[in-house]
């Protein structure tokens, strides 16, 4: 390996001291290469943003010389070597690929280039400067050295506004306070024109519909001022209408809950609800819920972020398609307050009101578990008539386990049903106040489940849950289930199985609980959303308490000693954890991502152990990928390999769950990316186990975990994305690893890890 490395890395070398040398030979002789530009700023005052200012020159110089690569200039040497009159195939697809046509000196107009600094140094507030340039030319090479000599630049001394519409004035006024052109600033106009778009946004908001900010302009006097003082003014084009110096109000509302445009609005009925006409032929949305999702009102002045929410609160209910606001001005304006007037109509185009969906997938896990699985979903989007949605899905599934030594032959058989009721409202309270950005969905959800593991147990769950989800803002995601239960029924336990639990007493008490129930929180915060935000944070944090309600109202105690409700043993715990991501934009695609997880949780009162379907794992495709999924830990514990058993397959979780993770992303080709990563984790008992040994959580936990590398291949269309990684072992929780080309561990997944 190492001296295939070196042969690779003289081949290398070898390469570029050809290409770099060969690419001389086909300059033409009238010719001379343009290989770049540096500047160089001499200040009279040296500003604090002179790296900023000296960034912004750089951007402007061009054109752009050839690009290198290790020193050599690959995309112009294969496009001199297709001007050949012979060439190969591969020559012809390295120029298609790669090629670059030569950028030379004759291409660069300085004198205009000269111009564009200064006139940028202008902007910036620096006149009357002094811009050079000279020309180094070296074997058939030339690159250009400008040089600035910059004055002292002029600050701001005062800000008046001299506008003659006394409405628009009393408005602007308003918002002054809030300006970003204090006394002293720098004259800059790119502040100039934030100001200018601020200014418009501010009267949009006041209601002013056609307002534009190019009605706006700045004016500044130097004249009589000592030193370099300015004074600015800001007016209006005297060419600005009328209409866009005015505020305007809502005047009517009419919704269009069913619209198609092959249908005749004026042959269908009008109700009226709250002042809003709800016009439809049928009543295909009851009209009472209407004003729910609407936060303009009539006599009330427009705003673009009512209008906007608005929107997406309709768009929130999840039945429609299309939500198009449209305002349309009167003809008149109210004399009364010198205010235009909007009629106002909301066209909502609903989807197909029910569907069917039929999946068949096969299904390849990584702790070796194969097998094919069939799910059917049936939605209606409007049960009764208020944007209900009705989600019932079945879903069967075999797998086998192909290999495992003396395990092949595992097996497990799953089916199950569930049905969700999804309200866009809040049931049965009525807060909608209350949230101004986003109407509350009300989620009710009942769902069976049955699984045989051969050679081990069969279970039996019933879920059922009542809850809230909104979103408080466009980063922040709320989800909160007051009512959370699920009951377990462990049967028809194999002996081997029942040796398993009877050897571990912590693994017999998570199964035997059969009742968990409590309540449920979610919390998420993405900053995904705003594609200007150049390194997006994402948070999402879970809490999950139970067992507390029971408690209070029950005294029951079973055989076990354990309280019971209606007969049944139930869990007392709380748990939580927080999974936080970082995304670093490195341009041209290229992404530096990192991920920190951490998770606890907390048996109390009634039980002695976490429910086992509540417990932490470590390894996967979505985790420490170097390892195969539940195959870390619990802290340095190792089962025994050559045993005949099955245990391994449940111990391998617990109370405790840390994770950190950094993945470089790049681009390949279109839609072919690449990665490299590093992952490190594990899982602990927070008290230990007599039978797992090793596993408790202690202050060496750091030399505990699990490290891992490797590489992966992902096909990303449109955001959706197949993914392939192979992970190495770096080292183990024992810390006794050996490096071995047969530990290595394939994932394959659907998106990203994280």
Same mark, same amino acid.
């Given at each position: ?76 040497? #294969? ?53 050079? $340039? ?149 009543? #295909? ?42 305002? =349309? ?71 086998? &386990? ?28 009525? =807060? ?24 081990? #147990? ?67 915060? $993405?900053?995904?959303?705003? &594609? ?136 390949? #080709? ?47 269309? &449109? ?36």
């Amino acid at each position: 390996m190492i001296n295939a490395l070196k042969t690779y890395y003289l081949i290398a070398l070898g390469i570029a001291a050809l290409s770099s040398c060969s690419v001389n030979k086909f300059i033409p002789k009238d010719r001379v290469l343009y290989t770049g530009a540096n500047i160089n700023l001499s200040f009279e005052e040296k500003p604090s943003d002179k790296s900023e200012l000296k960034s912004e020159l750089e951007g402007i110089l061009y054109p752009t010389p050839n690009s290198r690569f290790l020193g050599m200039r690959l995309g112009l040497y #294969y496009h001199y070597r297709a001007q050949k009159t012979k060439f190969g195939p591969i020559t012809k697809f390295l120029n298609k690929k790669f090629g670059e046509k030569p950028v030379y000196l004759s291409d660069v107009d300085i004198s205009r280039t000269e111009q564009l600094l200064n006139n940028r140094m202008e902007n910036h507030g620096f006149f009357t400067n002094q811009v050079t $340039s000279e020309i180094a030319t070296k074997d058939k090479k030339a690159e250009i050295n400008y040089s600035l000599e910059i004055s002292a630049p002029y600050f701001l001394r005062n800000y008046q506004l001299d506008l003659d519409s006394s409405q628009l004035l009393t408005d602007i006024r308003e918002y002054i306070p809030q300006t970003i052109l204090k006394p002293e600033s720098r004259f800059d106009l790119t502040d100039f024109k934030e100001e200018r778009s601020r200014i418009d946004n501010f009267l949009k908001t006041k209601g002013y519909y056609n307002f534009n900010g190019d009605f706006l302009i700045f004016e500044a006097d130097t004249n009589n001022l000592e030193g370099r003082q300015f004074d600015l003014f800001l007016r209006l084009k005297k060419s600005t209408p009328y209409k866009s110096t005015i505020p305007y109000r809502i005047n009517s509302i009419e919704v269009y809950p069913n619209y198609k445009q092959s249908v005749d609005s004026s042959a269908q009925d009008t109700t009226v609800v709250e002042n809003i006409a709800v016009i439809q032929s049928d009543e #295909y949305f009851k009209p009472k819920l209407i004003p729910y999702y609407l936060l303009m009102k009539e006599d009330t002045r427009y705003s673009p972020r009512k209008s906007e929410v608005t929107s997406q609160r309709y768009s929130s209910i999840g039945m429609y398609k299309y939500v198009n606001i449209r305002h =349309m001005e009167g003809t008149k304006v109210d004399s009364t307050d010198s205010t235009g007037l909007l009629d106002t109509k909301i066209y909502l185009s609903p989807m197909t009101r029910r569907s069917l969906r039929v999946q068949v997938q096969a299904v390849s896990k990584s702790n070796n578990f194969a097998g094919p699985s069939l799910r059917s979903i049936y939605s209606n989007r409007n049960l009764f008539r208020g944007g209900e949605l009705l989600q019932l899905s079945g879903h069967i599934g075999y797998e086998t &386990q192909i290999t495992g030594g003396k395990n092949t032959g595992l097996s497990s058989t799953q089916f199950g049903f569930s049905g969700d009721l999804i309200f866009p409202r809040l049931i049965p309270i009525s =807060m909608v106040d209350r949230f101004k950005y986003d109407v509350p969905k009300t989620k009710i959800s009942l769902g069976i489940e049955y699984l045989n593991r051969s050679k081990l #147990y069969q279970l039996r769950t019933l879920q059922t849950s009542y809850g809230y989800d909104w979103n408080a803002s466009k980063y922040i995601y709320h989800q909160f289930n007051p009512i959370s239960l699920n009951l377990v029924k462990l049967s028809k336990t194999t002996d081997e199985f029942d040796q398993i639990l009877a050897d571990n007493p912590y693994l017999a008490s998570s199964f035997q609980q059969e009742l968990i129930g409590g309540m449920t929180y979610s919390f998420t915060y $993405s900053q995904f959303k705003n &594609q200007k935000i150049k390194n997006p944070i994402y948070l999402n944090s879970n809490l999950d308490i139970a067992g507390n309600v029971f408690n209070a109202f029950t005294k029951a105690e079973n055989e076990n000693g354990k309280e019971t409700i209606f007969g049944l043993e139930y869990t007392q715990y709380a748990k939580a954890d927080a999974d936080i991501r970082f995304h670093f934009d490195l341009g041209k695609g290229h992404q530096l991502v990192s991920r920190l997880y951490g998770g606890i949780g907390i048996a109390y009162g009634n039980s002695d152990a976490m429910p086992f379907a509540k417990q932490f794992y470590s390894g996967g495709p979505y985790s420490v990928r170097a390892f195969k999924i539940r195959s870390l830990g619990p802290g340095t514990y190792t089962p025994d390999e050559t045993s005949d058993n099955t245990s391994s397959f449940f111990d391998r979780t617990g109370d405790i769950r840390l994770e950190g993770n950094v993945e470089y992303r790049f681009p390949i #080709y279109s839609f072919l990316k690449g990665a490299l990563f590093v992952d490190a984790g594990n899982v602990w008992l927070r008290e230990g186990n007599a039978s797992l040994p090793g596993s408790k959580f202690t202050s060496s936990f750091l030399n505990e975990l699990g490290v891992g590398t490797g590489a992966g291949l992902r096909v990303d269309i &449109q955001n959706f994305v197949i993914r392939g990684d192979l992970a190495f072992p770096l080292d183990t929780p024992t810390g006794s690893f050996k490096p071995d080309p047969r530990a290595m561990v394939f994932n394959f997944a659907i998106g990203y890890p994280f």
